[in-house]
């Protein structure tokens, strides 16, 4: 019996995610709740888990493509007696394991050599596993329920090429010892991981020759076929001929999807709903450096990892005690301000998949120790890929440190739904008036961005202030709580 698996809600609210890496091919038995995917929402990378035990039968989507939810992704064999009433939809024939390995594997959706995606390795499928649905009912019936059971008519005859696919027309065979091409009337024959690499490298399948049994097209033969053709068509992979300047790539398009897309529509709204004021300070750390420099020769601080991050996250959530005001947020709907007693501090990350910002709970709690422990997890999680939805929703303010990047300042855009964000900028060694007299010193630039329905200038302006001024004299400290 075949049950088929739609991509579910995943519980955020969103209406479709990306399938990043498979982590079973068709023929793999697989158990209850086993992680058989990792799926990208707009918020993280998520794992997928099967909600049945069986044989898995076929992959309806490939890696790298984004499903909506409700639409088939793959399908299992859970094992007892098939439908005997089958519909004309149904699946392909069990007998098509009778059927040459190559056209199985032109079969499959999604499977091809092993290729690295988002840092998610993918594996190859094993011709020949279990009966296979077809993939143009991929996307059919969203509206129906998340499982349903689809039936597999029996076969009393070894199906042909055109059985199998009939929008493709079989080749003819070849001469001996040359490779089949695809003629200008029929489909060229190869797998879909390899017509979405032609795809992207703008190839046209109909002009690459087949190097594989029968004529079909490897991920080989395309690479080969793009670098031969780089001298003509100024396609990447080769330097460009200087001499013929209209052959250079112009531009190249890639769709707007999962975090970027979330991210940007984010930052409009943000950017066009609350008014926006940038404040700047550039401060003298030295002290600050001084005192991380003691806390890592101290023996019992030594492991902990305090940089300036986490001394910059203490001085934020000090600062907050005394300006309740930035840590609220604007409740349009409900026509009320939101005023927070808990700091769930929000640090932007720059991961590859793009910007994160997740939240530190309760971080005004925490102690010096406790938030560089804080940061080092948020830290590895991000990069990692493995950041939680949870983990993503319900900051109250927000610090981004662009200083890593070698930048002084910036004007940072508030995370939606926040009063304020803070970017710290780099820290140089600069020539400064200390006690009178001109010395190189440890000089470190901030910049706060607030929102001025719930922060007036005097609030803003008197929260920065106490950031710089635990920065400049840690021991002030002593005097504001």
Request: net charge negative; with cysteine.
């Amino acid at each position: 019996m075949i049950k088929v698996f739609k991509l579910p809600d995943l519980g955020e609210g969103l209406t479709e995610s990306e399938i990043v890496a498979w982590l079973v091919a068709p023929g793999d038995e697989v158990t209850l709740n086993q992680h058989i995917a990792d799926v990208e929402t707009a918020k993280a990378v998520v794992e997928l888990p099967s909600p049945f035990a069986g044989v898995v039968s076929v992959l309806h989507q490939p890696a790298g493509v984004v499903v909506r939810v409700g639409e088939p992704i793959v399908s299992f064999d859970i094992g007892g007696e098939p439908d005997p009433l089958p519909t004309a939809d149904a699946a392909a024939p069990a007998a098509a394991d009778a059927a040459p390995v190559e056209q199985r594997e032109a079969n499959l959706v999604g499977y091809g050599p092993t290729v690295e995606r988002g840092g998610h390795p993918q594996r190859r499928a094993r011709p020949g596993g279990g009966p296979a649905v077809p993939a143009d009912q991929a996307g059919s019936d969203p509206a129906a329920p998340a499982v349903r059971e689809t039936p597999v008519p029996q076969s009393t005859h070894p199906p042909t090429a055109a059985d199998a696919e009939p929008d493709r027309v079989a080749p003819a065979p070849a001469a001996a010892g040359q490779p089949a091409a695809a003629s200008a009337t029929e489909r060229p024959r190869s797998t879909p991981p390899v017509r979405a690499l032609a795809r992207d490298l703008g190839i046209d399948l109909t002009t690459v020759t087949g190097t594989g049994r029968d004529g079909l097209i490897t991920r080989d033969d395309v690479r080969a076929h793009l670098t031969e053709s780089v001298p003509a068509t100024g396609l990447p992979g080769a330097p460009p001929d200087r001499s013929r300047p209209e052959t250079l790539v112009r531009e190249t398009r890639s769709p707007i999807k999962s975090l970027r897309k979330l991210t940007a529509a984010a930052m409009v709204q943000s950017a066009f709903t609350a008014p926006h004021v940038t404040e700047f300070l550039t401060i003298d750390v030295t002290p600050t450096v001084d005192l991380l420099d003691s806390l890592r020769a101290d023996r019992q601080l030594a492991d902990a990892g305090i940089g300036i991050l986490a001394v910059v996250a203490k001085a934020l959530c000090l600062a907050v005690g005394r300006t309740p005001s930035v840590n609220t947020r604007w409740d349009e709907p409900a026509g009320e301000i939101v005023q927070f007693h808990h700091v769930n501090l929000g640090i932007a990350a720059a991961t590859p998949r793009g910007l994160l910002v997740p939240n530190i709970v309760d971080a005004d709690r925490l102690d010096l120790r406790g938030l560089a422990a804080a940061l080092a997890e948020l830290t590895t999680a991000a990069r990692a890929g493995s950041t939680t939805p949870a983990a993503l929703s319900g900051g109250t303010i927000t610090i981004t440190n662009i200083g890593v990047f070698g930048i002084d300042a910036g004007t940072p855009i508030l995370n939606p739904g926040e009063a304020a964000i803070l970017a710290m900028g780099a820290i140089r060694s600069r020539p400064w008036e200390y006690r009178g007299k001109i010395a190189l010193r440890k000089v470190l630039t901030l910049s706060l961005s607030f929102d001025h329905r719930l922060v007036d200038g005097e609030q803003g302006s008197r929260f920065l202030a106490d950031i710089g001024t635990i920065l400049a004299d840690p021991v002030r400290v002593l005097t504001m709580v």
